[in-house]
């Protein structure tokens, strides 16, 4: 598409349905955060937005999908603190989330809980960093993938407890659920919105949350900064990001429609129950967000010693 008809697009735009990639399988943190906007975002464009969930290679599958899509504004990705974390965790990638993407809004965030199966010993943060340095490589934790917010906060953890802690990455948050539950994995950093109802139905128990504070929906729950980890911290943030030769007034357009959205009493009222916050603002803030974050996990993981694949 030539930059004239994309010029002419931009005047008419959403002139047909918008495709939200969800880079992880459906039933995980990030696909029930974007499941949240869609439905009320779907009325203020006057188009449907479609969720397409392209899971795999830790959310590198879909991140490509939107680099290689024409920049229109047709085809935009669900970002994610994972998308910033791809340069830290590869040599060769097909795109840098800096320069080849642009932000369109921070919607939402939401802090991680530390899990285990509720048949397990450890029933504190101490508990369980002192079985993983007494056992060398016994203790495993599952994630989402490689590259997901929830194995980056496996690493920091993993470095500042100086344990050996395995990582078992699975093809989303949803599938890695399951096999905690059913014992087959150790551990897991679990979004509020697919951990809580577990813990509550006893299926799962709760050591602590990564926020830097408590959290107001489980305020009996330490946070690890305070369990013996000073100082750690890792909330989960959900967008939207688009190629960065997508029209700025597109771009502009998204931004001001996500942003009412955020403002709606009804979606205020279903946050909470997701264990997530509202976010806004800017485009040029979400931007900012992607680049400091790209350079925040490239030190955090060449401080863990992590070989880029």
């Known amino acids: 598409m030539t930059a004239t008809c994309i010029a002419v697009a931009a005047e008419i735009f959403p002139a047909k349905p918008v495709r939200l990639i969800v880079p992880f399988p459906a039933g995980g943190g990030g696909d029930s955060a974007a499941r949240l906007l869609v439905q009320d975002l779907s009325a203020r464009l006057g188009q449907q937005v479609v969720i397409d969930n392209r899971g795999g290679a830790g959310g590198l599958i879909g991140m490509e999908i939107v680099k290689n899509a024409l920049p229109d504004g047709y085809t935009v990705l ?27 809004i921070t919607a939402l965030s939401g802090a991680y809980i530390l899990v285990v199966h509720p048949g397990s010993p450890f029933k504190s943060v101490t508990a369980l960093i002192a079985y993983a340095k007494a056992n060398p490589g016994k203790l495993d934790y599952a994630s989402a993938g490689n590259g997901s917010t929830i194995h980056l906060a496996g690493e920091l953890f993993k470095n500042m407890a100086q344990i050996n802690w395995v990582h078992v990455p699975y093809k989303g948050a949803g599938p890695a659920l399951t096999d ?6 150790k551990s ?8 809580l109802p577990m813990i509550k139905s006893g299926k799962l128990r709760a050591l602590a949350v990564t926020s830097a504070k408590r959290s107001s929906l489980a ?4 946070t690890i900064a305070e369990s013996g980890l000073p100082g750690f911290e890792v909330t989960g943030w959900y967008g939207i990001a688009a190629s960065v030769q997508t ?25 909470p129950a997701q264990g997530l916050e509202i976010v806004g603002g800017t485009a040029e803030a979400a931007t900012a967000l992607i680049k400091d974050d790209v350079a925040r996990w ?10 880029q694949e």
């Open 78 to 104: 669900l970002s994610t603190a994972g998308f910033a974390a791809m340069p830290a965790l590869h040599k060769r990638l097909s795109f840098d989330p800096a320069r080849d993407f642009t932000g369109v």
């Open 247 to 271: 029209p700025k007034v597109i771009v502009a357009w998204l931004n001001a429609e996500v942003n009412h959205v955020l403002r709606l009493p009804e979606l205020a009222e279903r946050l």
């Open 298 to 307: 490239i030190n955090v993981l060449r401080e863990a010693g992590l070989k």
């Open 188 to 195: 897991m950093f679990a979004s509020a919105t697919n951990g």
């Open 180 to 185: 905690v539950i059913g014992g087959q994995v």
């Open 219 to 222: 305020r009996e729950l330490p």
